[in-house]
Every structure is written in C-alpha cells, then in structure tokens.
C-alpha cells in the first residue's frame, strides 16, 4: 500500500468532493478515508488515499490534480504520507 | 493515522513559511582522478562527477514531488582541488584548467554549485597550495558554478597567517577581476576556520578526505517556520520560548532526514549527515534577524542580540538531533547580510555593525559572511578581518568564516546587488586603523593552550 494524502483547500461550494472522486476512480485510486474541516473560513479536505494500482506515476497525478483545481478553484495537492508521520509521529 | 490538523500544519509551513530543503548535496571524492598530466586528471574529474552525479538534479525533483516540499538546491562537492590537482598541476593555469573542468560538469549535471577548488592549509602550504590559491581569482571569474574555500586555521594547529595574509590580495584581486558584477567573485569565496569535511552549504562545501568515496549530505532550513512558531510564545518566558524552537527544530530537521534517507537509497549513494541549519533567504518571512526580533529585539544588532542568537542556535541544534541520525556540516543559525532582509534593513538603520556581527559569530555557525564592505579596503585590512575571525574558531573550538566582498567602485552608503540567492547589501564601514605591521609579521599563530588533549 502506497498511502498518499490529498488536501483540498480553497472557498466551499457544490462538487468540490464529488469531482476529485471523480479523478480519482477513474486512475484507479482507492480512497481510505475522508476529514474536513473549516479553517479562517477556508474549506480543508484531507483524503488518505492508497496509489499503489494508479494508472499513472505521481508526478503525472500532481499535475493532473494541480489542474483540477485550477479548474474548479481550489487547491489541490497530493503528498506521501511519510512526510506527516515523520514530523508529527516519534 | 494521521489527523487533518497535522496535514494542516505541515502544508502552512511549507507553503505559508517558506518550509523548504535547501539542499541535496553530493560528496564526490576525486582521489582517484589523479592522471599522467593536466588533460588526463580533468577528463577523469569530468567522467567522475558526470557518472556519479547524472540523476541527482532528477531524483532531487522526483522526491520533492512525492512529499509536496520544495528541494531548492542541488549541488556537488569535491575534494579539495590543491590535493587532486597537486602532482599534475605546475602553474596556475594548469588549476585554472581543472576549474573550467569543474564548472562544465556542473552545468551537464544541472548543479547551480560545484564546491571544492579549496586548499587545507591550516598549518602550512604545499606549493600546489600556494599556486592553487593564487589562481582562484581567475578561476572564480571564468567560471559560473565553481565554489572556493581555504581552511587556513584550526584548533589542533594554530592559525597560517602567510595564508591568512596572501587570502587577504586574494579577495582584492577576485573583487577587481569580477568588479562588473559587484564583485561577485568574492561571494564564491569562503575562508574557514575549523572547516568540517561534510558540510552541504555553498560557498564552503567541499568533500573532506575522510569522507567515503561518495556522499549525500542534506541541509535543512526554514527560519519562517521557526519564526511563525514563536509569535506564539509572546510575553513567555525563556523556558516557553526554548521548548517552542525546540520542536520546531525538530519538525523540520525530520523532513530533512525523510528527503536524505530517500534520496540516498534512490542514487545508491551512502547518507551522510543532515545539516541543521537556519539558512535565510532574501524572501520577506524566511530571515534569522526577523526571529530576533520575534525574540524581543527592535532590530538584530541591538543589545542581547548575541544572548538571543546563542539560545536560538543552541535550540536549533538541540531540536535537531534528535530528529536525525547523523548530524554534521555547519548546523547552527546562519547569519549572511545580504541574504537575509531584515539583517539588511539593520544595517541600513545603523542597528548592526561589523563588530557586533563578529561577536555574534561566536555563537553560531558560521562566521561573517556576504557582508559587502569598500572598494578600497586595503588587502591587510581584510587580512586582520579574517585573522580576528579564525581567532574566535580557534579559541572557541568552533568553525568559523568569512565571506566579504570589497566592491570595487563602490562605498559606504551604496548597496551591492548580487542577484538570486544571494541578495543584495549595503556597503558596511570598515574600521580605518591599520593592522598593516601586524599581518606582514609572516608565520603562524601557534595552537591554544586548551588543544592539547592528548
């Protein structure tokens, strides 16, 4: 399992969840959980995904997702979840 | 599992604070580059360090896109030239020809700095040494990526002042030689102290030669991060405030082991160590001195800047090593003048001086550097700036350096624009009286009483 960690931030409206599941099923990526929360009034999404049968490389996905939400007006970025757990877990 | 805060976080500080890697560097020993004659050692540098270094700049962008962290620089260093160049080598020329080798390299694997055209002379020099320093005036201007250090002190052996006073003609020859750039020779220059054999930052990395054959060291940065952190200790004590750079310290160090481990596996090259270092950046929200000021002072250079700066330096490294598994290089706090915006506007408001600069280098790593100082200063002057520097490493077992550029054409009141990375500075007075007499003594200043360990 390649558990990789998405993050929507960006203003709240209709369809935000639905379009990234969108992409994401039709790459073949399993979504593993799903957390959101409002901060300074900024819709947060975090989705924990697994990537290891994705039909394409991460970079590709990154940019593929970057563009999704350019197009629908919010950021989107995908990261290992190494990372977190490296900072905040001993 | 990990929560949607902890996401939260790590991404503020990484898009909001400037969290970065600063940089992957690349150890490479050029022990086994020596050949029959000039050509044979430059072509056998270049197969070397074009073979070994061919995947970093790619492997460097791969990692950074699988964590979302920026790795800003990807960089190469090499063992000090004056040892690989010296059987071959019998004219400046000839060195000169090996820096030209160096910087093509540089630019076919991608690299923006190839350190290592140094010399270790803490001692005495070899004459490959001698002619080794005396080309990097012209070496420094023909090239672009070529990065340059002399260790001319250390603990274990006092201080080469013939080197320190030569270095000194040296710096004034690269400012005049670069002088269309403000001298922007002299900024690919670093003069050590106690130089470690495993530091990643640019201009003094180089690859020591008790360092295996290749290496990758990773430096650390994120003064923002720190920063931001400690707004939430306002009005607290000193235990609060500690406790918080602490584990900022540690929040960022880890990333910077996740990015060496994974980058050493992906290039099969051994990891190294983690430099744990503060390393600003001209960008408003990524500065040492704007951390001082979060501590409680009006601007860096301000009375209590060196207590502030020793317990910010101290933290860092007390955060930091637990985070990693070897640390090494510089790591401390850095305090270069043009790279950092608020050390600039100290300056400019008359808060920081050259002397309160050399007292804070006494307390973190590394020493004086990018400070912009006259045109005109004489070569001796600059000798007993380094000399006062290599002093303060050797007694306080501590590395230290200097960077300085005398900008040719230009004084105090003008600013000298470096560009990039590097930044811009104000020209810094420069004390007038003279240490002529002293620095033409010739010699060396002998070891400290406390070296004597054995």
Known sequence: MKKTIITVLGKDKVGIIAKVCVYLSQNNINILDIAQTIVDGYFNMMMVVDISEASKDQSRINEELGDLGDEIGVQIRAQSEEIFNMMHRL | MIGINEVIETNEMIHKLNLDVRTITMGISLLDCVGADVKETCDKIYEKITSSAKNLVKVGNEISDKYGIPIVNKRISVTPIALVGGSVCKTEEDFIEIAKKLDEAATVCGVNFIGGYSALVSKGMTKADELLIRSIPKALACTGRVCSSVNTGSTKTGIN?????????????????????????????????????????????????????????????????????????????????????????????????LVAKEASERLGVPFGIIDLSLAPTPAVGDSVGEILEEIGLEYAGAPGTTAALAMLNDQVKKGGVMASSYVGGLSGAFIPVSEDQRMIDAVSAGALTLEKLEAMTCVCSVGLDMIAIPGDTKATTISGIIADEMALGMVNQKTTAVRIIPVIGKTVGDKAEFGGLLGYAPIMPVNQYSCEKFINRGGRIPAPIHSFKN
């Open chain 2, 161 to 257: 002042m013939d080197a320190v006073k030569l270095i000194g003609e040296i710096i004034c020859e690269t400012a005049e030689l670069t002088k269309d750039n403000d001298s922007l020779g002299c900024a690919k220059f670093v003069v050590f102290c106690n130089a470690p054999d495993d530091n990643p930052f640019m201009a003094g990395a180089f690859h020591g030669v008790t360092e295996a054959d290749r290496i990758i060291n990773v430096g650390v940065s994120g003064p923002g991060v720190v920063k931001a952190a400690i707004e939430h200790a306002r009005g607290e004590n000193f235990e609060v405030l500690c406790e918080t750079i602490k584990k900022t310290a540690f929040k960022i160090t880890r990333v910077g082991q």
